[in-house]
Nanobody, 125 residues
Framework: QVQPVESGGGVVQAGGSLRLSCVAS????????VGWFRQGPGKEREFVSA????????YYSDSVKGRFTISRDNAKNTVLLQMNSLKPEDTAVYYC??????????????????WGQGTQVTVSS
């Protein structure tokens, strides 16, 4: 079993940066795809970014492409989400999710079986 735990959220002014971390227990993590999703106030959960188990393939949503960067260190069971040029519309609870069963990287939340508790990111204007 894999249990991801997020950290690194906080309050930042528009244009600022934050780095979110996702640390997971279990050896299976290094062979699993990892995704970041977010849910803003009054909104549905949406895909942000994902990286396959090897680090060779990444996806980004159009809204964060060019501003956010996902990376992973399998030796440390860690995935990072570097968020630059933050905007008020990036305000949301950010979730790390792990897909330990799919053969290909996915943007669909239903493909991710393990979820963290979320970390709040607030961007003030």
């Amino acid at each position: 079993q894999v249990q991801p735990v997020e950290s690194g959220g906080g309050v930042v002014q528009a244009g600022g940066s934050l780095r979110l971390s996702c640390v997971a227990s279990g050896r299976a993590f290094r062979y699993s795809h990892v995704g970041w999703f977010r849910q803003g106030p009054g909104k549905e959960r949406e895909f942000v970014s994902a990286m396959d188990w090897s680090g060779a393939s990444t996806y980004y949503s159009d809204s964060v492409k060019g501003r956010f960067t996902i990376s992973r260190d399998n030796a440390k069971n860690t995935v990072l989400l570097q968020m630059n040029s933050l905007k008020p519309e990036d305000t949301a609870v950010y979730y790390c999710a792990v897909d330990s069963t799919s053969a290909v990287l996915s943007r669909r939340s239903s493909d991710y079986g393990y979820w963290g508790q979320g970390t709040q990111v607030t961007v003030s204007s």
